[in-house]
């Protein structure tokens, strides 16, 4: 069989891409042809996409519609984006003829915002599986995708979810039974999945494990709530893992709280492992989820999370048990 792969993923490999990065290594070992498509991201792209192609897949970069951060270069970038066709963009799959081809979304309905794909896609008979990895519960669908938010959806072979308030919520959003979805967990991305020991430590120690994005994962109303009288009178240290672009606005706000002491930027680690050998506790009050891999590498370590309900952090987590749902 010749299986396709489409990341749409906003970063040049992230936690959103495990899922179909490990089934197109899957089809690999079981003798099937595989195409990996993500976006070019020049030197920043990820060393996964040169592995995967030493054993054997074809790896096609497509165009990259982020906007340059000189003014002058961003003018003549809409100007090329108006003049050509964007379904060119997507034109490799027509060459190569999947039997199947498998979009990983790092939400629900952003892959209909690159440009010329829906058009390209609901075109043509090539059967698909979508990935939906997060889904915003509350926000719509915007009029101008609903309705190829509807035939794309409704078109699919197999509409893949990875918690089922995700799934509960798309059928609310598209007004579409949807009875053609699964839902599947994201693997974790570790070695060994046995419980660590707690840390030897008087202070307890606090984790945030995610990109620092504080409108999604919530780290400034953390450090509102810990900058309050009964925490301060508390102790506690609080380690924040990840980057993202809210770091420089973050660190102003650990300033402006006077947590300096309390709150450290620990940046992007490689090894989950460590980090919980660090910390006793995780905390994720996001205000959207899919179902977050650091919640279950963290509870696959042996360590409780307080997290915000929504997306699967409820299905996860057991409260009073594997830790509290906010």
Request: charged letters at 20%.
């Amino acid at each position: 069989m010749r299986i396709a792969f489409l990341s749409f993923s906003i970063v040049p490999f992230g936690s959103n891409d495990f899922l179909y990065f490990k089934t197109a290594l899957l089809a690999l070992e079981r003798g099937h042809f595989v195409l990996v498509s993500p976006s070019d991201w020049g030197a920043r792209n990820a060393s996964e996409y040169h592995r995967i192609r030493k054993l054997g897949a074809s790896v096609h970069y497509r165009p990259s519609h982020g906007r340059h951060p000189d003014f002058i270069v961003r003018q003549w970038q809409k100007l090329w984006w108006r003049l050509r066709n964007p379904t060119e963009d997507y034109r490799f799959l027509t060459e190569w003829r999947p039997d199947i081809l498998v979009l990983s979304d790092p939400g629900t309905y952003h892959m209909l915002s690159a440009p010329g794909f829906a058009d390209f896609l609901l075109d043509r008979a090539i059967p698909f599986i979508t990935i939906s990895q997060f889904n915003y519960e509350n926000q719509p669908v915007s009029q101008v995708m609903f309705r190829k938010a509807q035939r794309l959806f409704g078109r699919a072979q197999k509409c893949v979810f990875v918690s089922q308030r995700n799934l509960t919520s798309a059928v609310r959003q598209l007004c579409l039974p949807l009875s053609h979805a699964v839902v599947v967990d994201n693997p974790p991305d570790m070695q060994s999945l046995e419980a660590i020991l707690f840390p030897d430590s008087p202070v307890p120690s606090m984790a945030i494990v995610a990109r620092l994005e504080t409108a999604v994962k919530g780290q400034a109303i953390v450090l509102e709530i810990l900058s309050q009288p009964v925490w301060r009178e508390r102790q506690w240290v609080l380690n924040l893992h990840g980057r993202g672009p809210d770091e420089p606005y973050l660190r102003e706000l650990i300033a402006f709280y006077g947590l300096q002491d309390r709150v450290q930027l620990r940046g992007h680690s490689n090894n989950v492992r460590e980090v919980w050998r660090e910390n006793a506790i995780l905390l994720l009050c996001s205000s959207g989820e899919g179902k977050p891999l650091a919640l279950t590498e963290a509870l696959l370590c042996g360590r409780p999370a307080v997290v915000s309900d929504v997306g699967g952090n409820a299905e996860l987590v057991q409260e009073g048990v594997t830790g509290f749902v906010a």
